[in-house]
């Protein structure tokens, strides 16, 4: 089983600010692979990059992704207050297609 | 657009069957390149991946669950199913299906359906 470590487990941040966050896999998986969620309260989590770096549809450009091997990163440029969720990372890469444990952005 | 929504019992008594539906609409259930899969999410914790069917009809389920689960579809309602056998409050969870591109792009989220396991 693929274990993916999200780091931090909380970040507080304000608005305006830039955020970087990490998802580390326990063994190399291909970047097509990665995949990244976001989660608000109550809600189904969105997705938000595939393929480690491309943006879905409809998702702004100040997400970005990036990261190969067993090191991903998500970084959110100039947070908005409707960032401010749960974010998640998955591997697609083998069974089980596990998830990491969330980073929560919080406002600062 | 696809869109998918989990429907059945919110209240299920511990030993018994947990049954759930998945309505798919926007996408036929018997196309390629995606995963059809079932996800959970404890009250206040991350997600847990449950399983997924594909196009060919193969299945894979988590091996923490693998003994009790189960994820079929019924190509005639365009419908995904899970159950979940001998349930316990372990069990209790908002369960999610989702379609899951094979690299990730495409993929779509039901809303949830919170289910308890209580007597």
């Known amino acids: 089983e693929i274990v993916l470590t999200q780091s931090p487990d909380t970040l507080s941040l304000s608005p305006g600010e830039g955020a970087t966050l990490s998802c580390r896999a326990s063994q190399s998986i291909s970047r097509s692979y990665l995949v990244w969620y976001q989660q608000k309260p109550g809600q189904a989590p969105r997705l938000l990059i595939y393929g480690a770096s491309s943006r879905a549809t409809g998702i702004p450009d100040r997400f970005s992704g990036s990261g190969s091997g067993t090191d991903f990163t998500l970084t959110i440029t100039r947070l908005e207050p409707e960032d401010f969720a749960v974010y998640y990372c998955?591997?697609?890469?083998?069974?089980?297609?596990?998830f990491g444990q969330g980073t929560k952005l919080e406002i600062k | 657009q696809v869109q998918l929504q989990e429907s059945g019992p919110g209240l299920v008594k511990p030993s018994q069957t947990l049954s759930l539906t998945c309505n798919v609409s926007g996408d036929s259930i018997n196309s390629g390149g995606y995963y059809w899969s079932w996800i959970r999410q404890h009250p206040g914790k991350g997600l847990e991946w449950i399983g997924y069917i594909y196009h060919t009809g193969s299945t894979f389920y988590n091996p923490s669950l693998k003994s009790r689960v189960n994820i079929l579809v019924d190509s005639s309602k365009n419908q995904l199913s899970l159950k979940v056998t001998a349930v316990t409050a372990a069990d209790t969870a908002v369960y999610y299906c989702?379609?899951?591109?094979?690299?990730?792009?495409?993929?779509?989220w039901g809303q949830g359906i919170l289910v308890t396991v209580s007597s």
């Open positions: 998955q591997q697609l890469h083998g069974t089980p297609q596990t």
């Open positions: 989702a379609r899951v591109g094979v690299y990730g792009s495409g993929t779509y």
